[in-house]
């Protein structure tokens, strides 16, 4: 690949990088010798124009700043790959932030603001409210528009994009109870996560309106973890339902099941959220709450994209339709 950069285009053609923007940007702008001879030097050296290149014209480059805490997700690359194909239309330059655990919000968001983004897509779902409000706040005082994606707020004032996890929940847990299943459970996480809490909401609702006992049962996403909880807790405690906040905690989980002796579904229904890969490598495979991150990430990008622009919007709360994707394990 060629290391040329925009200043060895206009060196050689003897031009300024204005002229050489105008010609990537504004072609019709450019008189036709010109623009013949800078598209020439552009071809001889190999010349890839990037975002920086492109925004030269209006002396800006956007760049957008993606806010995350965990890229191991199978949900987080969707995410990602929603968000990148919209940006790329726009030639967009995304920037990526780490929020590691441990690290102060404050910090986090005020690195993000020095780095001078013109929108923020934030899909750190482990703040609580108290935290967002410090995302939000430097954000405003930067004037830097904010999407919250994927992520649950109830602050009327910022913007997101979601399924309704509170209504998914209720329904699918409304559906087990109608075939009967009464010890039903739903597994979550030990980490308090603001979608997962809307899951929770939706379950506790459902079984209180069946007069049935909620059975939240907490553990890790990590498999090394959530293997032995299950399998010592659930070798005396009777379940025949379970619906699991992750597709990776269902499979672990309808893997102990199975291992015990148990036949799915006709034992225990399992059925995991998001639909990602492991619903289909599963066997038997895994009936799914559908999430459609990828969609959540374009539409976000989206949002954000009129946000920066200053346009006008029906909602900055939207919200995307979910299914249930029934397979062999419901």
Known sequence: MSNATIYD???????????????????????????????????ELGYRPNAIARGLASHKTTTVGIMLSD?????????????????????????IFSMSGDRDVLDSIREVVA???????????????????????????????LVLTNVISDDPELASVAIDYKKASYDTTKELIAQGRKALFLLSTVTRYSVNSQKEAGYEEAMKEAGLESKVFRTSGDLSINTPHFEEYFGSHPVDGAIAVRDSIAVSFMNVMINKGKKVPEDVAVIGYQNTKYAMLARPKLTCIDTPVYDIGAVAMRLLTKLMKGEAVDTIKIVLPHKIIKRESM
């Open 9 to 43: 285009v206009a060196g050689k053609a003897e031009v300024s990088l204005a002229t050489v923007s105008r010609v990537l940007n504004n072609p019709e702008k450019v008189n036709e010798a010109t623009r013949a001879k800078v598209l020439k030097v552009i071809k």
């Open 71 to 95: 890229v191991t997700r199978a949900s987080t690359s969707s995410l990602l790959g929603g968000i990148i194909d919209i940006a790329k239309k726009y030639s967009y330059s995304i920037k």
């Open 115 to 145: 780095e001078q983004v013109d929108g923020i897509l934030f899909l750190n779902d482990e703040l609580d409210s108290k935290q967002l409000n410090i995302v939000k706040e430097q954000a405003s005082n930067a004037n830097i528009p």
